[in-house]
């Protein structure tokens, strides 16, 4: 049994020989911290590590003849409000009378196999129960009436524990909650280095690292959205921890909306972890019976560095927040048509399109932006989910039948939580888009956002899309959310409920997300939200792939799909090859060196197939067939980070099957370097010492200790003498290596 309760002590050890996490009770009733990192042995009792040495009279405190006891420096596991802890609270409640004290202590426990799922957010889950354990302690405060439980599920096979809580009012009074995190953990050093993602439109998801300091660091956001700025991810590393050796604990928030990931130094060199809904803009009132949850954690420890951390979270993803139809499903080759028509395309252009994509080896066609009311640009008509008849007269079962009569798969675009001002549905719905009344609405990208708090609006786009999925036997949903919230006001809540608007809005999207996956399940759904901006894995419980940036440009998305491998699996990792020069820089690289960064992740294509010259055309059948080959190794294999595009003019990375026999090795270079003396070699990971390899493209064998000690040889780079002997050269150089035991 993972959870190990020590009954005298009240003590918690959730362990599964991989990580430990150990709580217990503390004197005055509520829970202490003791302990997260890597697996200890079952012992009877781990008091000692909870120390309460404070130096008399530096604190306020609990007891009169124990001034050692404050909660002011105890490590603890859920903190409150106000009763001698200065640090900032996990719990934070306003009642009727205006205070904010509670004191809540923990009168009992439950530990179940398996877990369940949250009611109306996403979560993780399991395929059997006897995959994970569930511990739930529960906390009651008697003066307020209200119960509060933390809820604790350790994975059997994954370093992973999750951690979320829901609170309860039993009182005839009702009263509201002002902070309520998902996770708080109390750490006894600020030795460590945070690691976040953090970015902008068209360069998402890059990696910055900050040594604690005492104070608040902190990640979030308040865009209604989890944000292209910051993802809501944060680590935290011992000093001494590399991409592969080190201690690491991972914090990932499973919700698409407003955040806050942080981390507060003490003045005892303490570092408190808070994690959850960010608490500017945020409250819920809870009426007698009524029960709020807060979202998801998922934490994780790794003693193999970042990396580590890395195969923890893909792995566990994989397995236990992808859905399970698509899970095991090989992802298909999709084109889609945005940045080779944009609004420009009728139905005879489309067509010919697809069949050109066929005949290349694409297996999905995507219809982008454009197809419907009367988009010929970005200033109307979202909302108006009809074809455009002067571009698709036959509409788009006819247009799908034809698509799918060349072999692909039909896919289309839709942006369902905005509407245009100048749209049928706004003329008809003037209330239905968020605004504060009395006040001028901020505009962005000529549109509004959707009040998602109101059902009624949720339930007329899910009768949209659901008529549009079977009228055209659609395959594949690009869901996209171009624009943050302003304004944030609803006229379906009451004045006291404001501040619960946008946790209702995120509500209304997973609601929307839900009901078409679980009607739809063979629709594949990509999220994107102006690229990245919504690249979290709230996301990924509905759709198991990602829009990774609007950034198509190849030397770009190193940086963006190596910080987003920091978390996220490969294969929920959207990557195209676009054409050049790029619509993002405006910078032309090589085709190879496109689809080689490309390969990394879902694969597909943003060009126009009937423009591309022999030479080109032979180059992308022959990467559709290499990804046709390569893709169930990149689903299912480890990836391995090997040279950080953040720290030097090369990159590198692999990707390693479950039983070591096969291995794809990428390496880049952005920028040529004269007279290179460098060792041309990339060192690997994960490979078995005493195998040989052959490599593709080489004509004899390697053992996997010479690779991975030594490296892999990399073809000769031009150096100004060699012209004769250079098989590559110049800026934007790229190689991939396919590894095969040798038999």
Not at 60 to 66: F, G, L, N, P, Q
Not at 214 to 222: D, E, K, N, R, Y
């Amino acid at each position: 049994m993972p959870i190990i309760i020590n009954q005298e002590k009240t003590q918690f050890h959730l362990t599964n020989g991989k990580v430990s996490y150990i709580i217990n009770k503390l004197k005055n009733g509520h829970l202490g911290h003791l302990y997260f990192g890597k697996a200890l042995r079952i012992d009877e009792d781990y008091s000692h590590f909870q120390i309460t040495d404070v130096p008399t009279g530096a604190s306020c405190h609990t007891y009169v003849d124990d001034p050692a006891f404050s909660l002011e420096t105890v490590k603890q596991e859920y903190p409150v409000y106000g009763t001698s802890d200065f640090r900032e609270p996990a719990l934070s409640i306003r009642q009727e009378n205006g205070s904010h004290i509670t004191d809540f202590k923990l009168v009992s426990y439950k530990v179940t196999s398996g877990k369940k799922e949250l009611r109306e957010l996403p979560s993780t889950f399991v395929n059997e129960e006897k995959e994970a354990s569930t511990l739930e302690l529960v906390l009651e405060d008697t003066i307020l009436n209200a119960e509060l439980t933390l809820i604790y599920t350790i994975f059997e096979e994954h370093s992973i524990i999750t951690r979320s809580a829901k609170l309860k009012n039993n009182s005839d009074q009702a009263f509201s909650i002002e902070r309520m995190m998902s996770a708080s953990i109390d750490f006894p050093t600020k030795d460590l280095i945070m690691t976040q993602l953090s970015g902008t439109w068209a360069r998402e998801r890059h990696i910055h690292k900050r040594k604690l300091e005492p104070g608040i660091q902190a990640i979030s956001s308040l865009r209604g959205a989890s944000s292209h700025h910051h993802n809501p991810f944060m680590s935290l590393q011992t000093m001494d921890a590399t991409e592969h050796q080190g201690e690491v604990y991972g914090f990932n928030l499973v919700y698409s909306g407003n955040f806050l990931a942080q981390v507060e130094v003490d003045h005892y060199e303490q570092s408190r972890v808070s994690v959850g809904i960010h608490p500017t803009r945020f409250e819920w009132n809870l009426s007698k019976d009524e029960v709020y949850e807060s979202p998801e954690v998922v934490m994780t420890y790794s003693d193999q560095g970042l990396n580590g951390m890395s195969q923890s979270f893909h792995k566990f993803y994989q397995e236990h927040l992808i859905a399970p139809y698509w899970r095991n499903r090989n992802r298909p080759i999709l084109i889609n048509n945005w940045e080779a028509t944009y609004f420009d395309f009728n139905e005879e252009k489309l067509v010919s399109f697809a069949k050109r994509a066929k005949e290349l080896g694409i297996e999905l066609f995507v219809l982008d932006d454009g197809w419907f009311g009367q988009r010929n640009d970005d200033t109307t008509s979202l909302g108006d989910w009809g074809e455009d008849r002067s571009k698709l007269p036959e509409g788009l079962e006819s247009l799908s039948a034809k698509v799918r009569e060349t072999g692909l798969e039909f896919g289309l675009w839709f942006e369902p939580e905005m509407v245009s001002p100048n749209s049928e549905l706004n003329r008809e719905y003037p209330d239905w888009a968020i605004g504060t009344p009395g006040r001028e609405r901020s505009y962005g990208r000529n549109q509004f956002v959707l009040d998602f708090t109101r059902k009624e609006i949720v339930d007329y786009i899910y009768e949209k899309m659901s008529d549009i999925i079977e009228r055209t036997q659609l395959s594949y949903i690009k869901w996209d959310m171009n624009r943050n919230i302003t304004e944030a006001y609803s006229r379906g809540l009451a004045v006291h409920q404001q501040d619960e608007f946008f946790h209702r809005y995120l509500l209304g999207v997973y609601d929307l997300y839900k009901r078409l996956t679980t009607n739809y399940p063979h629709v594949l759904f990509e999220s994107c939200a102006g690229g990245g901006g919504r690249f979290d894995p709230g996301m990924f419980r509905y759709a198991p792939q990602a829009w990774a940036s609007d950034d198509t440009d190849a030397m770009e998305r190193l940086k963006i799909q190596y910080g987003s491998s920091l978390v996220y699996p490969l294969y929920s990792i959207g990557s195209h090859v676009s054409a050049v020069p790029n619509h993002q820089t405006l910078r032309s690289t090589p085709l190879e060196t496109r689809a080689n960064v490309a390969y990394f992740g879902t694969f597909g294509y943003e060009l126009n197939p009937q423009e591309l010259s022999q030479e080109e055309e032979d180059m992308v059948k022959a990467q559709i067939s290499n990804y046709k080959t390569y893709r169930h190794l990149i689903r299912t294999g480890e990836f391995y980070r090997l040279q950080s595009p953040f720290e030097s003019n090369e990159t590198a990375w692999m990707v390693v099957s479950q039983d070591r026999s096969e291995a794809l090795v990428g390496w880049y270079k952005v920028l040529a370097t004269p007279n290179n003396r460098k060792e041309q070699t990339v060192r690997l990971k994960g490979l078995i010492e005493n195998a040989s390899y052959q490599i593709e493209g080489l004509n004899r064998p390697y053992y996997g200790d010479e690779l991975m000690n030594r490296g892999i040889p990399l073809t000769t780079e031009f150096n100004g003498v060699n012209a004769s002997k250079a098989e590559r050269g110049g800026d934007f150089q790229s190689n991939v290596y396919y590894l095969k035991i040798e038999k």
